[in-house]
């Protein structure tokens, strides 16, 4: 392609459009159903249970330490997909350009979405792409919509906590959040904060290898573990109480979200996730994360007190109890 | 809902979201498979082929005569699945907003989702929401993503197009996109031009009852008919003979087509339908496409001629021949 820049007619539907789709797109992502090209993709025939999965990409900026806009898109898909126990994954990518990004840029995000999409063995068999005139949107919206197929025996859902459930929860937590917000807005800190984003089908196909009575997975990305665990409390209709002397943080994550007045459970993750077991299945789902790069630093971060209240209680490092609320505003935006 | 207008906090994650999701959207789209509230969407175990579409709607202005973004995109991704023979239909809704727009037009837009998607009978089973800051994005785009589930015996897509093929068009071209560039421009013409935005599926299921041999169905949105017939051409490795004379125009769209200096095979439209089959079919789904009210200015608009070249032939209303490209440039960003 001799364009260096992306143009309006690179999204008009005529002869660029299908350059760039034949020249970019489907160079790297190509595979037998994509190629066909048709108005929508034709899967064969299975007969399971289907999950869908729908997530808009608006991250600022596309590229940050531990990962870009493309990597979160493809991951944030899948993971989606894995806190119901679906896969494998068939994914649709929707791009939203705005007339000016640079090939270079649209090139670079292509290729890391196709290097994450090999990562977890995602099929990318369908999209879309429009563009936009200048000022009509910040450089580049990604959405990703997946399907996967949910395996027999498996009913995962926020829906299913229950009283004397153990609450896991996979590793630190701050880290997407804060190295977006240092990347953005420049701050120094000493130690470099990486976004912990990662594909989390892996852990939870190795966590379903013990325990088909996962009751929830949830991974607490925009809002944090606190919004993570009052949608559970509120969908499940139970209280939970946890020990924040339990939750992993990072010193320099912990640092930051002091220096910066952030409440660190508020902030986005992008490679955690929240389990809800059954307590006697808790040890060895424990075993089974801790197995996982992803699941090393795990932890027993509470358990289900009660079905009376839908709430969460927070055991501060004190000794004191507070109630751990849903953040009220909006301090990150466009943090995924 | 105290807030009149969008706040950034309404994509957090956090309390605004989970409100403006209970209020607003389930509200409108509530259904038993919507209201788990998910990270995925869990359908029911079904044995069929599956087809997947994608489609992101950032067409400007919002609101125009005959539709408006929230129709557009239920109806666009419903097209596309028809395009395959799919149905019944499942949505993800995706919405990206600019903080600040006012909480009566996301209603209104939401409201028309809603009147849409009870039209055509798709359940919209899982969304995301995001809220992008002021500047951002221009106002609001929609992603909607589709699946539905082809039937046994039904195989369309754009590489099944055969030498001796009847290439049939649903009714007049250009309307959709002149509507748009005439709201948007502020253009005055004698009379007023009409999107066709409307739902596809009701006439292909009339069209799949009479025949199960229909080769190639797609719908010419961006890039207009000429784009279409091209990718078929492209897809199937056919060259295509279309007569001029035969493509229903309306007189307004043609006299405002000339007056642009648009090519109106170019122009997008948003509910119509190329059909191409195979010649002993043709007259049956004619007559099929003549008794649904969508299908009412049917025509046979051409034939596939060979299958040397890739290329679409057009025979001119002065009876000369040239070829049919895809327009090469963008006259028109932001008509879906």
């Given amino acids: 392609m001799k364009q260096d820049k992306i143009l ?33 993709a034709s899967l064969p025939s299975e007969c399971h249970r289907l999950a869908l999965s729908t997530d808009s990409h608006v ?14 898109a493809i991951f944030g898909t899948v993971n989606d997909l894995a806190m119901v126990g679906a896969g494998p994954y068939y994914i649709s990518v929707a ?57 027999d025996g498996i009913n995962i859902s926020g829906r299913n906590a229950r009283v004397g459930d153990l ?17 953005r807005e420049g701050f120094q800190f000493q130690a470099e904060i990486k976004s912990d984003c990662a594909p989390l089908n892996g852990l939870v196909t190795d966590m379903l290898d013990v325990s088909k009575n996962i009751h929830v997975l949830r991974d607490p990305t925009r809002g944090g573990i606190a919004t993570t665990l009052n949608e559970i409390a509120l969908q499940s209709g139970v209280e939970m109480m946890i020990d924040e002397a339990k939750i992993p943080i990072r010193e320099e994550v912990k640092g ?14 992008e490679g955690k996730l929240v389990a809800l077991v059954p307590e006697e299945d808790g040890e060895k789902v ?40 849903m953040p009220s505003g909006e301090l990150l935006p466009r943090i995924c």
């Fill in 8 to 40: 309006l007619a690179h999204g008009g539907g005529g002869r660029l459009s299908y350059e760039l789709i034949k020249e970019t797109i489907l160079s790297a992502f190509g595979n037998p159903i994509l190629n066909n090209l048709d108005d929508s």
């Fill in 59 to 72: 991250v600022k900026p596309l590229f940050f330490h531990g990962g870009d806009i493309g990597k979160l």
């Fill in 95 to 151: 791009l939203m350009i705005e007339e000016g990004l640079t090939m270079a840029t649209f090139r670079r995000v292509i290729e890391s979405m196709k290097e994450a999409s090999k990562e977890v063995d995602v099929k990318i068999i369908t999209g879309d792409t429009k563009v936009v005139e200048r000022g009509g949107l910040d450089k580049l919206f990604i959405n990703t919509t997946g399907i996967g197929y949910i395996p």
């Fill in 167 to 183: 609450i896991l929860l996979s590793g630190t937590v701050g880290d997407h959040g804060i190295a977006i917000l240092t990347e």
């Fill in 256 to 269: 930051a979200c002091e220096m910066l007045g952030l409440d660190v459970f508020s902030v986005a993750n």
């Fill in 286 to 325: 424990l075993e089974a994360m801790k197995d996982n790069p992803l699941g090393r630093e795990v932890a027993i971060i509470g358990r289900v007190k009660g079905d009376s209240k839908s709430r969460v209680i927070l055991k501060t490092l004190i000794g004191g109890k507070r109630i751990l609320d």
